[in-house]
């Protein structure tokens, strides 16, 4: 059984450049250009009304909390909005760094600076981690974005579910890039001439959260912070729930994302609030096209694709047992038919990984 | 340099590109929105991806793999992750045909 090194500069990192997993080709459905390039045309229309649904909910849900705060019967308030703030603007953050969200290239420049600064990912370092992880998903030692490493750490996944992890980790690195650092791991996918500006929005951020801060302490009450960062915990579940569906439990260090992600039926609130990320398959092989059409790549595409999920419960009843067994055996994994119309998985491609798969 | 004679005017749709390869290198040619040809190297200068298979839109060609994005009548990089400029090359039509000077 192979332990695997996640670090970016470790010995799976240099591996997978030898032997040329790094950077690779990946396996795409054959799509007609004229089709492709319809479903990847820009819009502003679906993006400025989701907008507005999101931030005219927000705006509402808080003012709503803060009315009637500290009363218990703020509570499920507080709940709604976090949802939004804490898990709504991590897939606004990801769409919106692949630039797809709008066809106005500044409206998807401050929707992505304020869902960073929700989400506590420095708008900088993450666009280019996330370059690296579309580049080479869930390879390991070079997809600095894997939410799921083995063996599984449950106690890590779970308190993730409250931002305990990722939030914390998140605010830890904003006040090292403030001192004027860039971590060696970061500075292992950030270009050199790019570096100085994960510095700055650092230091900004240091002093939006620190006027925060000291409103609070102003008022004598944590009201301030349950408005701004503190929703990044009580309502980080749903991209937590949404997010580990992505490539949990499914193959690493292949070429093929049928292999290594998972489309998920949702029901709408869940697609609203992930953006329509559930189509994770169709998504990384086609990241051009806009959140709003990978329902109409998903039928154009679904012959080549093993049958998605029917729910989030079936998704997670599948994922969970899987992730159990890989605490013993790091090597397990879940191979997922394709049905008789798909190209098959290249076998010979990926013999190391598909050898150890699911029967 | 000599000129190549690398596709006729009706195989590029308007405001959309073409791959076209040449001894052994990789060109995409391009046909803006108001019928004009243009003509850059044909790999993203980010990770090296065929821009054929990206967006054209007005005067900029955007990557299919990371969204990058360049002005492709100067090959300057205009959003990240593309930081290097792509190079670009004469192009004129005579008699229905794209002619590329690389």
Redesign the interface.
Known sequence: MAHRDYSMLGADAKRAVETGLA?AEWYHTDIPRKQ??DL???DDGPAIRDTIILFGSMVALAGIGIALWPSIWSLPFWLAYGVLYGSAMDSRWHECS???AF?T?WMNDVIYQIASFCMVRNPHAW??SH?RH??DTIIVGRDPEIAIMRPPEFARLIANFFGLVDAWNGWIRMLYNATGRVHPEEASYI?E??QHKVIRVARIWVVIYASVIALAFAMGSILPLMVIGLPRLYGAWHHVMTGLLQHGGLADNVIDHRLNSRTVYMNPISRFIYWNMNYHVEHHM???VPYHRLPELHEAVKHDLPLPNSSIAQAFAEMWPALRRQLKNEDFFLKRDLPATAKPYREDFHHAALGTAAE | MPWIDACATDDIETE?LIRFDHDGRTFAIYRSPDDEFFCTDGLCT???VHLA???V?DYEI?C????A?FDYRTGEAK???A?VNLNTYPVRTEGGRVLIEV
Do not use: V
């Open positions: 950077a492709m390039k990847m045309r820009r692949h630039g797809t066809k290239r666009r280019w370059t579309h580049t270009p001439a790019e086609f990241p051009m | 959309d980010h990770e090296q298979d990206g967006l839109m955007e299919p793999k990371h969204n994005t959003r990240a992750p930081c």
